[in-house]
């Protein structure tokens, strides 16, 4: 965990690709906590570093989305959690088909490691919520917490608009291969066309190192490129199999993680499917 102070007050918190990202925002009346890692003990580590950082008590923690790499630490830090409003009911599907005994059980088969999730883990649900957008008025800082959808329902980022900073979640993988599988195509493009409108010099990512807007117009047009290549194939009426493996398609500029260019390149088709481009 390397913890970055971006601006006065405001801080980064950095796994390196090992997880989703974190951060934190220091105000007169406290901390508010952005995301809270992976695993109640991750939660616990970031809450000992804020307080001996800060000596400030912490108000809230927002949740961007459901994925459990941002919320399984919830727990550790005893306090109201703000997220939009449909990410209860997002995390309670997720909970229903992954946390269930006999799902955990699976998953303790080749990962003992993860025993933490049957002896430790209190899955922790917002009791804060809103639908399109919260101010924070926590002198002297200001955070608009947006719901921006696209990567799931629920997808929020965190602007600090006074200090050009953005927390953009995991509609930004810096470093790698966008993860799609669970993704809205059409709706993450349209997601980021906003998160780059908000001119933020200083972009947080869900995953990966700290950016800036060049690198959100970046993903966009990978996105763009792919679903435009995906579509044209469609109307030519190739077959899925065969644009899958296609030399035509836009590649991302690491080839890091061929699995994910894969299912991204079937989420697109899927979407293309099931909502066909007008005429």
């Not at 690709?17 to 925002?25: H, I, L, Y």
């Not at 922790?124 to 696209?150: A, K, S």
């Not at 579509?231 to 991302?252: T, Y």
Request: glycine share 6%; with cysteine.
């Amino acid at each position: 965990m390397e913890i970055v102070e971006l601006k006065p007050g405001i801080f980064a918190c950095l796994m390196a690709n090992e997880t989703a990202n974190a951060g934190f925002v220091v105000t007169a009346r406290g901390v508010v906590v952005i995301d809270a890692l992976n695993t109640p003990a991750r939660g616990q580590e970031l809450a000992v570093a804020i307080k001996n950082r800060t000596g400030k008590p912490i108000l809230f923690v927002i949740n961007t989305h459901h994925h459990y790499d941002h919320i399984f630490g919830n727990q550790a830090f005893g306090v109201p959690v703000i997220a939009h409003c449909a990410l209860s009911e997002q995390l309670a599907q997720a909970a229903a088909r992954d946390l269930m005994p006999v799902a955990i059980a699976a998953h303790l088969v080749d990962h003992p490691e993860d025993r933490w999730l049957v002896d430790e883990l209190e899955l922790t649900y917002p009791n804060l919520i809103f639908e399109r957008r919260l101010v924070l008025d926590l002198p002297p800082m200001r955070m608009i917490v947006q719901h921006m959808g696209g990567h799931t329902p629920d997808t929020c980022a965190v602007d600090l608009p006074d200090a050009g900073v953005l927390f953009a979640s995991d509609l930004i993988f810096e470093g790698r291969v966008p993860f799609l599988r669970h993704a809205h195509i059409e709706g993450t493009i349209q997601a980021l066309y906003r998160l780059a409108r908000l001119g933020s010099r200083i972009v947080v990512p869900g995953h990966g190192a700290v950016c800036d807007t060049d690198y959100v117009l970046r993903v966009r047009d990978y996105l763009l490129d792919l679903r435009d290549e995906v579509a044209a194939m469609v109307d030519q009426r190739w077959d899925k199999a065969d644009i899958l493996d296609s030399d035509r398609l836009p590649r991302w500029w690491t080839q890091d993680r061929p699995e994910l260019m894969r299912a991204n390149v079937e989420q697109v088709y899927e979407e293309l499917i099931k909502s066909p481009a007008p005429g």
